[in-house]
């Protein structure tokens, strides 16, 4: 920081109260929550949001994509901002903290700047950006994609949720729909804080994740479709098993992300298989093929294998295969200041660290294009997340927040 070997600390117990007080909106039915973008929920979530905001002196922004932005003026008019901030929306079946971390780790640090009387060069904003989990409406991160210029604005607000509702209607609904124009605002840095999402930081007994990278990603949708017919009257020899071709994929996805270890995953997530009886072998299988890894040419080998073999060994079983990428981003390599600044604020609190790779896309992955962008992590019980069992310790939600505080403060400059 400004000042080195200043031991600040941010208000654990006043963080964690927030946190459980964000909670009690959108709860889910197993103590998690499900929050889901531009719902009721998200709506009250955000007001609470903006009410903590309002009282901690800052001022509100919202652009037309709902990302809203508090605001902490610094002493330096002409200044770029250091933003801070992560999402409040969940899964369907989402934890207290994905996401939800992130935002009120960065209105704590204004909280405690503001205990502190302590003024910075840069203004500092707190941003809560719309949809990260792409549950309702996909892709993920859709709100930070417009934001850095990777989706049009237009077609984002045309996306539709299961029922036929467009992202622009339900945000125009729920009352965030905001006047200022996506990606106008220009920045000094963003910092994220996460949970992990993954077991590693809890296995190694490591208080911080000092995150390098983050994972690319592809989403592949595939159909395989067959002939519906009778699963007892059909002989074997003559059935076109759609259900066959996915048992058959799921395991090549496997035997793909095992070739390229390490840092390299693959499952299939979402099916749907139709008619969806019992007595009816499937005629049609739609799902969704995830694959990840943070080196760019072995993610692409990796589709590229999958493309060229998923095909054939659906002829060799007589049904057809169609595919179509949905998602997608390349692997991000934070920056080496914004990285060094976490890095160093975890030494100097005594924290113990290790550099880690995102197992998870974040918002930072896409502001990382149009701005030096680092990430920090803390440990969740078991690596279980996107799960109501989702669990952190106070401590871990503290550490990680007082590295949050350090490096950004030490980004926007103390004015002594």
Known sequence: MA??????????????????????????????????????????????????????????????MGNMFARREGTDPEALPVYVGSHLDTQPT????????????????????????????????????????GTRFAPAMLASGVFAGKHPLDWALEREDAHGKTFGEELERIGWKGQEKVGDRKMHAFFELHIEQGPILEAEGKDIGVVTHGQGLRWIECTVTGKESHTGSTPMAMRKNAGRGLALITELVHEIAMKNQPNAVGAIGHIDVYPNSRNIIPGKVVFTVDMRTHLLDKLNDMVDEFMERAPKLCKEIGVSFDSHIVGQFDPPAFDDTCVAAIRDAAERLGYSHMNIVSGAGHDACWIND????????????????HNEAEDITKDWAAAGTDVLFHAVVETAGIVR
């Open 94 to 133: 989402g934890g207290k903290y994905d996401g939800v971390l992130g935002v009120l780790g960065g209105l704590e640090v204004i909280r405690t700047l503001n205990d502190l009387g302590i003024q910075t060069k840069h203004p500092i904003v707190v941003t809560n950006w719309t949809n990260e989990e």
């Open 370 to 385: 149009v701005a030096p962008t680092a990430m920090v992590m803390c440990p969740c019980v078991d690596g279980l997340s």
């Open 3 to 64: 000042a080195p070997g200043e031991n600040l600390r941010i208000n654990g117990d006043r963080l964690w109260d927030s946190l459980m007080e964000m909670a009690k909106i959108g709860p889910g039915v197993a103590g998690g929550n499900n929050r889901q973008t531009l719902t009721d929920e998200d709506a009250e979530g955000r007001a609470l949001f903006q009410k903590w905001c309002d009282a901690a002196g800052c001022s509100m922004a919202v652009d037309q």
